[in-house]
């Protein structure tokens, strides 16, 4: 099989990962289940980075993501000791969240695949996309924004602190 | 052929939406944000997607800031959770019925 | 490049950025010098405080007139800049006051309460500036998550809990919302500089996804700026919170998300604005009527102004729907309006919240009730809280009347009569409910005749905003000559 080829089963499988696991986070009743179906996605999420020649990108988001918040999650919910199958998962608005998140998807998908119709992402690797020109634009170009969201990790430290804790 | 760019796009509408239906029904709060992370995570997909097919990094440095931003709001979240629970012994949202419009 | 040429010619207009620096610097030194004050003292983070917000006016006021960009575009200082700068140190120097005798009585953490609080403050001053999606972004997170922190600050109440998770789930669906928007933005036009995006989004040939885009990034704000229908965590979270940072979240929190909204559309999107102006006209009439109707009903003064700043809210997204870049003048006098009619919101939102603080530090009620004969007990606070009532009213007066008017005139020089006919409508809504406090304190007799003394800080504090606010009814000039200048 051809390059090509192997790009469009991986990305199949994935995407068939990503869905299932996807649905599951919705519908089971155990929130530890979820959590662990939730990181299949997100893995899943990273393949389909690697797929699109970003693999600093895809690291990063099995460490921060799957390594950092899924696991903090997990304490949360251990923390707050949330029901594992308890009747009370749901409200009752099922129904209508669900014709209002198909709705969303419709749109938006029909949108998108007629918007980019034709068009290929390119199999080559194009010249600016290492992980060295993500580090040099981060801190030219995006070196504002860089610095503000430092403070943001600041503030949201300090808050977290003074609000979890015991007094 | 290859794949076409837009299938990686209807797929991240596709976790958007999902996240959607779960942010909208689900009562533990932690769960929630679960939903939140996945359309955090439907975005990025959609960064990196534009960033290959513009072919220059701009979207995958938007990945990095929406994963800083989504990681101070899990801590301030999960603080805010921690205390409810410890003094309602849940981390429920029953009044917080995202759907009352 | 060795060192002293680096000095010589800096690649980075500090000077430029300095308004930024010197409130993050402040930040900073806030939360050092809690570290080592001791439980006593902890109050004087609040002058400290204050003397950094002032510096950072002092930066303002140095770069007055210039106009300058830095970092490849990323941050532009003009008129528009500097103005909402100002506007926010402003805003941090009453909720201050507001917040001294609150948070130094209570059992609250006051050093991070000054730390977030200027981390807040920091986000409105960088988003001022902002030319680029990124740090538009990232500002404005800046802004609501401290805001969230400070929300959930009244621990030992399960109502500021609420308040917070609410105020936190909301932020974050918003945010996500928001995201997506301009994610397909970046994808039609492979940039994040704002000029970039609206040479390139005129250029692009698929509406539909345009209008998507625009959208997804229009209804983010309006969480954030909390536009009916996506209004209902603000009186619960307004409520919920110490009433201080509710004051702050009404003003800093939503100007915000305007200067945020406003840069977005007068610069990034106004190409393609016959696509989204009719969401905009939808958008305010429902959000000034809604916001009335259910005002008519308040019994609490602070859920009261909650729905009046939504109401507010609603006449700012007038001059949103009037954008029309074909016709230079009109798109002028829209931004020209809702920069006048924010300045002079941000500062009698702020009076009605002081006045509202003060009342409640000594009578300990928040209900309306409450307030008859205000103005047997305490002629001062009565006086002062008709006169913010009277401005929110848009009554002469006060400056709030010039407010309503700006936009109303833009309204009709942009020929959209429909909608100046709705909020002519609204302002007579609004004025029954503002007018029927102001009747209770002066007409209706008190129930104890117990009179209220008001902290100096506070009804200095009143007394400057309230001396504002007639002064620029009599001699609008002050504003509109800076609005002017501030094109976008």
Same mark, same amino acid.
């Given at each position: 099989?051809?390059?090509?080829?192997?790009?469009?089963?991986?990305?199949?499988?994935?995407?068939?990962? =990503?869905?299932?696991?996807?649905?599951?986070?919705?519908?089971?009743?155990?929130?530890?289940?979820?959590?662990?179906?939730?990181?299949?996605?997100?893995?899943?999420?990273?393949?389909?980075?690697?797929?699109?020649?970003?693999?600093?990108?895809?690291?990063?988001?099995?460490?921060?993501?799957?390594?950092? =918040?899924?696991?903090?999650?997990?304490?949360?919910?251990?923390?707050?000791?949330?029901?594992?199958?308890?009747?009370?998962?749901?409200?009752?608005?099922?129904?209508?969240?669900?014709?209002?998140?198909?709705?969303?998807?419709?749109?938006?998908? *029909?949108?998108?695949?007629?918007?980019?119709?034709?068009?290929?992402?390119?199999?080559?690797?194009?010249?600016?996309?290492?992980?060295?020109?993500?580090?040099?634009? =981060?801190?030219?170009?995006?070196?504002?924004?860089?610095? *503000? *969201?430092?403070?943001?990790?600041?503030?949201?430290? *300090?808050?977290?602190?003074?609000?979890?804790?015991?007094? | 052929?290859?794949?076409?760019?837009?299938?990686?796009?209807?797929?991240?509408?596709? @976790?958007?939406?999902?996240?959607?239906?779960?942010?909208?029904?689900?009562?533990?709060?932690?769960?929630?944000? @679960?939903?939140?992370?996945? @359309?955090?995570?439907?975005?990025?997909?959609?960064?990196?997607?534009?960033?290959?097919?513009?072919?220059?990094?701009?979207?995958?440095?938007?990945?990095?800031?929406?994963?800083?931003?989504?990681?101070?709001?899990?801590?301030?979240?999960?603080?805010?959770?921690?205390?409810?629970?410890?003094?309602?012994?849940?981390?429920?949202?029953?009044?917080?019925?995202?759907?009352?419009? | 490049?060795?060192?002293?040429?680096?000095?010589?010619?800096?690649?980075?207009?500090?000077?430029?950025?300095?308004?930024?620096?010197?409130?993050?610097?402040?930040?900073?030194?806030?939360?050092?010098?809690?570290?080592?004050?001791?439980?006593?003292?902890?109050?004087?983070?609040?002058?400290?405080?204050?003397?950094?917000?002032?510096?950072?006016?002092?930066?303002?006021?140095?770069?007055?007139?210039?106009?300058?960009?830095?970092?490849?575009?990323?941050?532009?200082?003009?008129?528009?800049?500097?103005?909402?700068?100002?506007?926010?140190?402003?805003?941090?120097?009453?909720?201050?006051?507001?917040?001294?005798?609150?948070?130094?009585?209570?059992?609250?953490?006051?050093?991070?309460?000054?730390?977030?609080?200027?981390?807040?403050?920091?986000?409105?001053?960088?988003?001022?500036?902002?030319?680029?999606?990124?740090?538009?972004?990232?500002?404005?997170?800046?802004?609501?998550?401290?805001?969230?922190?400070?929300?959930?600050?009244?621990?030992?109440?399960?109502?500021?809990?609420?308040?917070?998770?609410?105020?936190?789930?909301?932020?974050?669906?918003?945010?996500?919302?928001?995201?997506?928007?301009?994610?397909?933005?970046?994808?039609?036009?492979?940039?994040?500089?704002?000029?970039?995006?609206?040479?390139?989004?005129?250029?692009?040939?698929?509406?539909?996804?345009?209008?998507?885009?625009?959208?997804?990034?229009?209804?983010?704000?309006?969480?954030?700026?909390?536009?009916?229908?996506?209004?209902?965590?603000?009186?619960?979270?307004?409520?919920?919170?110490?009433?201080?940072?509710?004051?702050?979240?009404?003003?800093?929190?939503?100007?915000?998300?305007?200067?945020?909204?406003?840069?977005?559309?007068?610069?990034?999107?106004?190409?393609?604005?016959?696509?989204?102006?009719?969401?905009?006209?939808?958008?305010?009439?429902?959000?000034?009527?809604?916001?009335?109707?259910?005002?008519?009903?308040?019994?609490?003064?602070?859920?009261?102004?909650?729905?009046?700043?939504?109401?507010?809210?609603?006449?700012?997204?007038?001059?949103?729907?009037?954008?029309?870049?074909?016709?230079?003048?009109?798109?002028?006098?829209?931004?020209?309006?809702?920069?006048?009619?924010?300045?002079?919101?941000?500062?009698?939102?702020?009076?009605?919240?002081?006045?509202?603080?003060?009342?409640?530090?000594?009578?300990?009620?928040?209900?309306?009730?409450?307030?008859?004969?205000?103005?047997?007990?305490?002629?001062?606070?009565?006086?002062?809280?008709?006169?913010?009532?009277?401005?929110?009213?848009?009554?002469?007066?006060?400056?709030?009347?010039?407010?309503?008017?700006?936009?109303?005139?833009?309204?009709?020089?942009?020929?959209?009569?429909?909608?100046?006919?709705?909020?002519?409508?609204?302002?007579?809504?609004?004025?029954?409910?503002?007018?029927?406090?102001?009747?209770?304190?002066?007409?209706?007799?008190?129930?104890?005749?117990?009179?209220?003394?008001?902290?100096?800080?506070?009804?200095?504090?009143?007394?400057?905003?309230?001396?504002?606010?007639?002064?620029?009814?009599?001699?609008?000039?002050?504003?509109?000559?800076?609005?002017?200048?501030?094109?976008?």
């Amino acid at each position: 099989m051809s390059a090509e080829t192997w790009q469009q089963v991986v990305f199949w499988i994935f995407a068939l990962l =990503i869905t299932g696991a996807g649905v599951l986070v919705v519908t089971t009743r155990n929130v530890i289940h979820a959590a662990l179906w939730l990181v299949g996605a997100l893995m899943g999420a990273a393949a389909m980075y690697v797929l699109l020649f970003a693999e600093f990108v895809a690291w990063v988001q099995v460490l921060v993501y799957v390594g950092a =918040i899924v696991v903090l999650m997990l304490f949360g919910l251990m923390l707050t000791r949330a029901p594992i199958g308890s009747a009370e998962f749901d409200n009752n608005q099922r129904p209508l969240a669900a014709l209002c998140a198909a709705a969303v998807f419709v749109v938006t998908s *029909v949108i998108l695949i007629g918007a980019f119709e034709g068009q290929e992402i390119n199999f080559a690797r194009t010249a600016g996309t290492s992980t060295e020109s993500i580090g040099t634009a =981060i801190f030219s170009s995006y070196v504002w924004p860089f610095e *503000v *969201v430092s403070i943001l990790l600041l503030a949201a430290l *300090v808050g977290a602190v003074v609000i979890a804790r015991r007094d | 052929m290859s794949v076409p760019p837009g299938y990686y796009l209807a797929l991240a509408g596709l @976790m958007f939406s999902v996240g959607v239906v779960g942010a909208l029904t689900r009562r533990n709060a932690i769960v929630i944000f @679960m939903f939140i992370e996945l @359309m955090l995570n439907a975005i990025n997909l959609i960064f990196v997607t534009f960033s290959r097919m513009w072919g220059h990094v701009d979207g995958q440095i938007l990945v990095f800031f929406v994963l800083v931003v989504a990681a101070a709001e899990v801590v301030v979240g999960l603080a805010i959770i921690l205390v409810i629970s410890r003094r309602r012994g849940t981390a429920n949202v029953d009044d917080v019925s995202l759907l009352k419009w | 490049m060795d060192l002293a040429q680096a000095i010589a010619q800096p690649s980075v207009d500090w000077h430029a950025l300095s308004p930024d620096i010197v409130l993050a610097a402040a930040a900073c030194m806030v939360l050092i010098a809690d570290l080592f004050l001791p439980e006593e003292s902890k109050w004087l983070a609040m002058p400290l405080s204050a003397a950094g917000i002032l510096g950072t006016l002092a930066a303002v006021v140095s770069l007055a007139g210039e106009h300058r960009t830095t970092l490849g575009g990323a941050v532009e200082i003009d008129t528009f800049a500097l103005v909402f700068k100002g506007l926010f140190c402003v805003i941090g120097l009453i909720v201050l006051a507001m917040s001294f005798g609150y948070f130094r009585s209570g059992r609250y953490y006051q050093g991070e309460y000054y730390f977030l609080m200027l981390c807040s403050l920091l986000g409105g001053v960088v988003i001022s500036s902002a030319r680029e999606l990124v740090t538009l972004f990232i500002a404005l997170e800046l802004i609501s998550i401290p805001a969230i922190i400070m929300t959930a600050l009244r621990k030992a109440d399960v109502k500021s809990n609420e308040a917070a998770l609410k105020f936190f789930l909301f932020s974050v669906l918003s945010t996500a919302v928001m995201l997506y928007g301009m994610s397909l933005v970046y994808g039609i036009t492979g940039s994040t500089k704002l000029d970039e995006i609206r040479s390139s989004i005129a250029s692009s040939a698929d509406e539909p996804l345009v209008v998507l885009s625009v959208i997804f990034v229009v209804i983010g704000f309006a969480f954030k700026i909390s536009a009916v229908p996506f209004h209902f965590w603000a009186p619960d979270t307004y409520e919920g919170a110490p009433s201080p940072v509710a004051a702050f979240l009404s003003t800093a929190s939503k100007i915000g998300g305007f200067v945020g909204l406003l840069v977005l559309m007068f610069r990034a999107f106004p190409e393609v604005a016959d696509t989204w102006r009719p969401a905009f006209a939808v958008l305010a009439t429902l959000t000034m009527t809604v916001g009335n109707l259910i005002a008519l009903r308040q019994q609490h003064i602070i859920r009261l102004l909650a729905y009046s700043g939504i109401a507010q809210s609603g006449y700012v997204l007038v001059t949103l729907a009037l954008i029309d870049p074909s016709r230079p003048e009109a798109n002028a006098q829209a931004l020209e309006s809702a920069i006048v009619y924010l300045v002079i919101y941000g500062i009698m939102d702020l009076g009605a919240f002081a006045a509202a603080v003060a009342f409640a530090r000594k009578t300990g009620t928040y209900f309306l009730s409450d307030y008859a004969g205000l103005w047997r007990r305490s002629p001062v606070l009565a006086t002062l809280m008709a006169g913010f009532l009277l401005s929110l009213a848009g009554t002469p007066p006060m400056a709030g009347a010039w407010a309503k008017l700006f936009v109303f005139a833009a309204a009709i020089n942009s020929e959209v009569y429909w909608l100046a006919a709705v909020m002519g409508v609204n302002a007579v809504i609004a004025a029954w409910y503002y007018l029927a406090v102001v009747k209770r304190m002066f007409l209706d007799s008190p129930e104890v005749d117990e009179p209220i003394e008001v902290p100096y800080l506070l009804r200095a504090t009143m007394g400057v905003a309230a001396f504002a606010l007639l002064a620029v009814f009599i001699y609008p000039a002050f504003i509109t000559s800076l609005a002017d200048r501030s094109l976008l």
